[in-house]
């Protein structure tokens, strides 16, 4: 993934969901990305509206590839991860970078970012740990989809 061809200002959707059994709610979404330390770091800033609690951001900081291939990455967003950022690790695949963190020791949380120069897509997913939780069974499913353009 070539972090200095995505800079610039995005505008689309964000689709998110609490549950798996419900249907997404779909609003507008934005997204500025910049670069940093030599074109090495992808800084993106996000704006969503949670379809109850209103207007939403976040920020996401991603590394470029380690000597092993790594990626690290801090997410912090005022709906669903504050006030500390979580640290995600995964790899870079082609025009795709997957990272995937956990929380509340065993539930889990994963990240897509793609993109080229005329779309991104962003998708969050919650992992439900082994065994399952509170009628949810175990597994993953995609609890945020933000999908862009250029502006």
Same mark, same amino acid.
């Given at each position: ?15 998110? $969901? ?26 993106? $800033?996000?704006?969503? $509206? ?24 801090? %997410? ?12 995600? $690790? ?16 065993? %539930? ?44």
């Amino acid at each position: 993934m070539d972090y200095a061809s995505l800079v610039g200002d995005w505008s689309g959707t964000c689709g998110f $969901r609490l549950l798996p059994s419900e249907g997404f709610a779909e609003a507008p979404a934005t997204a500025r990305l910049e670069t940093a330390a030599a074109d090495h770091t992808l800084l993106i $800033r996000y704006t969503w $509206r949670h379809p109850e609690d209103g207007p939403a951001d976040g920020v996401l900081l991603a590394g470029s590839p380690d000597d092993s291939g790594e990626v690290v990455v801090a %997410w912090t967003d005022s709906w669903g991860q504050s006030p500390n950022p979580m640290i995600l $690790r995964g790899e870079q695949d082609g025009g795709t970078l997957s990272v995937h963190g956990s929380y509340h020791d065993e %539930w889990g949380w994963e990240i897509d970012i793609a993109g080229d120069q005329s779309s991104l897509t962003i998708t969050m997913r919650n992992v439900v740990p082994a065994g399952g939780s509170d009628g949810l069974a175990a597994g993953r499913y995609e609890s945020q989809i933000a999908r862009f353009t250029r502006r």
